[in-house]
């Protein structure tokens, strides 16, 4: 029996992901009717499905830039990895938590401001961040910038741990805190 290599495996996992991404997304337009209205609540499964990709995406980012940064941790320095992750978990809750704070201010204010001003002002406040981020994205880093960036703080973070002989747990830890916190 022929034995597989690791590129046709490769492959056929990224045409299924690519399949099963594509399908979600198909799923997501036949089950809103196309763009969905944004000021009728609709469906709760069309909203889940909604959530649901928008987290997915978000997650799929988050793997880019910790693969990136983690990427050759191996053998003596696998053991930095574990101070990313940290960072990273530490990040994943400070967002839960950042987000329950907003869904919580949101909720006081539903009670006197109608929930289209408040869209409204959540919209264009949403907006004014993205123009500053991607100003300053597209005009100072960029991606390769992004991740070069956050090798290159790790390059020099394990450096200044080799010659000084400190642990380089705080600083690997905020490395991965600040590649997933959004």
């Known amino acids: ?16 992901g690519t399949t099963a991404v594509a399908s979600v997304l198909v799923l997501q337009v036949l089950h809103t009717g196309g763009l969905p209205d ?21 997650g799929l980012e988050c793997i880019l830039v910790l693969s990136a940064i ?10 930095f990895q ?19 704070v907003a869904v919580g201010m949101l909720n006081s204010l539903a009670d006197s401001v ?7 002002a959540t919209g264009l406040l949403a907006i004014v961040v993205l123009l ?13 910038g992004w991740i ?14 080799k010659q000084t002989g400190a642990s380089p747990f705080w600083g690997m830890a905020l490395l991965g805190f600040t590649a997933i916190y959004r």
């Open 1 to 16: 029996m022929p034995r597989l290599t690791r590129a046709p495996i490769t492959a056929v996992t990224l045409a299924l």
């Open 38 to 58: 944004p000021t009728a609540h609709g469906q709760l499964g069309a909203r889940v499905l909604d959530i649901a990709v928008l987290v997915f995406r978000e």
């Open 70 to 79: 983690t990427a050759n941790m191996v053998g003596e320095r696998r053991a």
């Open 82 to 100: 574990r101070p990313v992750g940290a960072g990273a978990a530490l990040a994943l809750v400070a967002t839960l938590v950042t987000w329950q």
């Open 114 to 120: 109608p929930a289209l001003d408040i869209q409204a």
């Open 132 to 144: 500053l981020v991607m100003n300053w994205f597209f005009h100072k880093i960029y991606w390769t």
């Open 148 to 161: 070069a960036h956050h090798n290159n703080r790790r390059k020099s973070l394990l450096e200044t741990a």
